[in-house]
């Protein structure tokens, strides 16, 4: 099994030890610095530039430059979707955004993990777990968000919230670690 077939099945891989993850992070990564180049009035290319760069795109949507991923294909974005600056997605596994999304400024969505065991981590592996977003979320500015956690359908999180685990529909949630704050 390749160790990209490894990191989308969620089992332990190592990212440098495969030609084609390497090439498909450099790939994105110059995606990206294309993109966070532009000239912020060229909305046509920035908008084809997302497109080629993420897996599923809907018809309406504006990421704010600079955004930064590592793959860039295991990300899908739901309709009217809105990100404001410096949105980081560590997109080693799949990232799921749901209709009516927006996302404040300096957010980190983390999918990657590393071991606990420091000399399997010193070896450099790691893995990743899907993160899920639903339905007409609001994501504060400074929130981070871990691998593995699925977030429900009208949802708030507070901002400089650290998402750690799931969160059901209809809350409001805040704090680090992140806990409901209220039912909306």
Same mark, same amino acid.
């Given at each position: 099994?390749?160790?990209?077939?490894?990191?989308?099945?969620?089992?332990?891989?190592? &990212?440098?030890?495969?030609?084609?993850?390497?090439?498909?992070?450099?790939?994105?990564?110059?995606?990206? $610095?294309?993109?966070?180049?532009?000239?912020?009035?060229?909305?046509?290319?920035?908008?084809?530039?997302?497109?080629?760069?993420?897996?599923? *795109?809907?018809?309406?949507?504006?990421?704010?430059?600079?955004?930064?991923?590592?793959?860039?294909?295991?990300?899908?974005?739901?309709?009217?979707?809105?990100?404001? $600056?410096?949105?980081?997605?560590?997109?080693?596994?799949?990232?799921?955004?749901?209709?009516?999304?927006?996302?404040?400024?300096?957010?980190?969505?983390? *999918?990657?993990? $590393?071991?606990?065991?420091?000399?399997?981590?010193?070896?450099?592996?790691?893995?990743?777990?899907?993160?899920?977003?639903?339905?007409?979320?609001?994501?504060?500015?400074?929130?981070?968000?871990?691998?593995?956690?699925?977030?429900?359908?009208?949802?708030?999180?507070?901002?400089?919230?650290?998402?750690?685990?799931?969160? &059901?529909?209809?809350?409001?949630?805040?704090?680090?670690?992140?806990?409901?704050?209220?039912?909306?």
């Amino acid at each position: 099994m390749s160790e990209k077939d490894k990191m989308i099945n969620g089992e332990l891989y190592l &990212p440098d030890a495969d030609t084609i993850l390497f090439t498909e992070r450099l790939k994105c990564k110059s995606l990206c $610095h294309k993109y966070n180049n532009l000239p912020p009035e060229n909305l046509d290319e920035r908008k084809q530039l997302i497109i080629q760069l993420l897996g599923k *795109t809907q018809n309406k949507f504006y990421i704010e430059q600079p955004f930064y991923c590592d793959y860039g294909y295991n990300i899908e974005i739901g309709e009217n979707f809105y990100s404001n $600056h410096n949105l980081v997605i560590l997109d080693c596994a799949k990232v799921k955004f749901g209709d009516n999304v927006f996302i404040g400024p300096n957010c980190g969505i983390y *999918t990657a993990e $590393h071991p606990l065991d420091a000399e399997t981590r010193n070896k450099g592996y790691e893995y990743a777990k899907p993160i899920i977003i639903g339905n007409n979320v609001w994501i504060g500015g400074g929130v981070n968000i871990v691998a593995g956690v699925k977030i429900g359908n009208n949802v708030v999180i507070a901002a400089g919230a650290v998402v750690t685990k799931d969160i &059901p529909d209809n809350c409001l949630i805040g704090g680090v670690p992140a806990k409901i704050i209220k039912n909306l």
